[in-house]
């Protein structure tokens, strides 16, 4: 009898494909989601028991835990992640888990001038105090994924546009979702080679904006150039694009990752050889990524009304008022250090990240 594995976030970018080749490899799974719809569907076609409830619910956590021995901690990327995570540790405590593969960050510091790093190195100390229950880490960097949310301008317009700096510095391996996934499966699948570990999986080489642009142009059959963008500008396109359920405090947050991608953070140490050693394959290429997702997107072919929708969406990037991500972090609610450090400046993450490149100068803070 296989064990039985929660997985949480499971509609979501890394839940859907650890589900999935959970269900590949022939383990029972609930899938907690908060609505039935097509990803659902696909779930319960592979073999999954969908549990509809809501993630920050104590009660619907407790009941999704019910008979399950294992499972995978991925809270949203949206505020309150500290709270998803102390449900998920009281329920995991109380149902005796012998296991959790908890997703974290590649950022991830005691100081951080982001909150929502800040509250996911609390979640992984909290998680990690029950003496019966192992807990494995699984920190990936910036995803593939948050590249794909401006294909659609890469497609029609043949620009690539990112607050990343000069277009000419690799300073991201980025992973797939389904890297990612796969490394939290062999965790989740392993628990005696892996308790107690953290793993950081990236994709298979450092990249420059340059690259990625080039990347998306051979995937899209077209020349795509890169445009660093300023942040305001960001916060405009996070605010004004689909999917645009990116909260305010959310697109704070964005905005310090994208300062900390400007640093070299996520360059430090990268590629690792975590994606390979404990899946057995060579991680997917950033190419390959946008290739799997041309193929399943017919509008991002070349057609006139496509490319009219584009430049309209441009239009309402420029007409959306920009953040005052200054006023977004000082208001009354939001928890925010006097002297934060950013994890290149924290003794205790450059002590797990040995640097395998100069970085360079950083830039303005956020
Ligand atoms: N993106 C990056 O570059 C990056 C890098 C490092 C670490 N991370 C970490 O990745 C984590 C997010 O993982 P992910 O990208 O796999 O997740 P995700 O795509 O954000 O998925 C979250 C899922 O949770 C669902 N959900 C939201 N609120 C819910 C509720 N109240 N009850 C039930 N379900 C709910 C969402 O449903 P809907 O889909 O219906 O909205 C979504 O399917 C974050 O903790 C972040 O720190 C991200």
Not at 73 to 89: E, M, R
Not at 142 to 170: C, R
Not at 192 to 210: K, V
Request: hydrophobic content about 40%; glycine content about 6%; overall charge positive.
């Amino acid at each position: 009898m296989k064990p039985k594995i929660l997985v949480t976030s499971a509609a979501g970018k890394t839940g859907l494909p650890t589900a999935l080749q959970l269900r590949e490899k022939g383990y029972p799974v609930r899938a907690f989601v908060r609505r039935r719809d097509s990803r659902s569907a696909l779930l319960e076609r592979a073999g999954a028991d969908i549990f509809v409830g809501n993630q920050y619910s104590l009660s619907d956590m407790r009941e999704a835990m019910d008979g399950v021995q294992r499972a995978y901690q991925c809270a949203p990327t949206a505020p309150n992640g500290l709270h998803f995570n102390a449900v998920f540790t009281v329920a995991a405590n109380e149902a005796g888990l012998e296991h959790v593969v908890t997703l974290g960050q590649w950022l991830t510091s005691s100081d951080h001038p982001s909150l929502f790093t800040r509250e996911v190195y609390l979640s992984n100390a909290l998680i990690r105090l029950s003496p019966r229950m192992s807990v494995t880490s699984v920190d990936p960097g910036w995803f593939a994924d948050n590249y794909l949310m401006v294909i659609d301008m890469a497609a029609h317009l043949g620009l690539f546009t990112m607050p990343l700096g000069p277009g000419n510095e690799k300073k991201n391996a980025p992973p797939s979702n389904e890297d990612i996934a796969a490394v939290a499966v062999a965790a989740l699948t392993d628990p005696e080679a892996h308790a107690g570990r953290s793993y950081r999986p990236t994709g298979p080489e450092l990249l420059s904006p340059n690259d990625i642009a080039a990347a998306m142009g051979r995937a899209l059959g077209r020349r795509v150039r890169y445009m660093d963008i300023s942040e305001k500008m960001m916060t405009k396109a996070l605010r004004a694009l689909p999917p645009s359920n990116y909260s305010e405090a959310a697109v704070s947050q964005l905005a310090i990752y994208a300062e900390e991608y400007r640093r070299g953070t996520f360059a430090v140490n990268a590629p690792t050889g975590d994606v390979l050693k404990l899946t057995g394959e060579a991680p997917e290429s950033f190419e390959n990524i946008v290739r799997r997702t041309v193929a399943t997107r017919p509008d991002l072919r070349k057609s006139v009304p496509a490319t009219v929708r584009a430049f309209t969406g441009f239009l309402k990037i420029l007409l959306t008022p920009a953040l005052d991500l200054e006023r977004i972090q000082s208001q009354r609610d939001h928890v925010r250090l006097m002297n934060p450090t950013f994890s290149q400046d924290t003794p205790e993450w450059t002590a797990t990240h040995v640097p395998a490149m100069p970085v360079s100068a950083p830039a303005k803070v956020a």
